[in-house]
């Protein structure tokens, strides 16, 4: 009887072991530019915009962005922006691609066809999302060549 017990111990503790053995360990940790990603991604409502500290917000009446693509290491992703109007001077693209500053992931996007970079900030639990930069050169969004300067803040929702 106590090798019927011993033996059936055994095999209990034996099938626990292989398991918990199989359980975890698989899936690889996601790298910090991934991770961000997740965060980014979606489509944020305009809370509002600043440039050199004047609020500009209404000339972006019902502006959303929406920040999308797959992961790729070092990839390139998509920005749409879209608002019932448009200043006729604008710092801020319509559409473009963006991508991460490989030495600041967590904290710096680049704008991809003038190299901007974009300084970022996560708020409210990933609710949040505030975008700073300088720029200086002409507008976007208009067939207009003057330009448009000054330290921007354009904050966003979830």
């Known amino acids: 009887m106590k090798f019927v ?3 059936s111990s055994f095999i209990t503790l034996f099938a626990a072991i ?9 899936d690889p940790e996601k790298s910090e530019e991934e991770v961000q990603l997740e965060k980014l991604k979606g489509t944020w409502t305009m809370a509002s915009v600043q ?10 009446p019902g502006m959303k962005i929406t920040l999308s693509g797959t992961y790729v290491s070092g990839g390139t ?7 019932t109007d448009w200043p006729s001077l604008s710092p801020w693209k319509a ?9 600041n992931v967590s904290s710096i996007i680049v704008r991809v066809t003038d190299n901007l970079d974009m300084n970022y900030t996560l708020g409210n639990s990933d609710k949040q999302l505030t ?16 330009s448009v300067s000054g330290s921007w803040t354009f904050t966003f929702t979830k």
């Not at 992703?77 to 608002?83: I, K, N, Q």
């Open 5 to 7: 017990t011993k033996w």
């Open 18 to 26: 292989l398991v918990l053995s199989s359980c975890g360990g698989d």
């Open 51 to 60: 440039n050199d500290g004047v609020d500009r917000s209404d000339e972006y």
């Open 77 to 83: 992703y998509d920005l749409t922006s879209s608002a």
């Open 95 to 103: 559409s473009d691609k963006w991508k991460f500053n490989s030495a």
């Open 131 to 146: 975008i700073t930069f300088n720029y200086s050169g002409p507008g976007f969004n208009n067939s207009r060549t003057s």
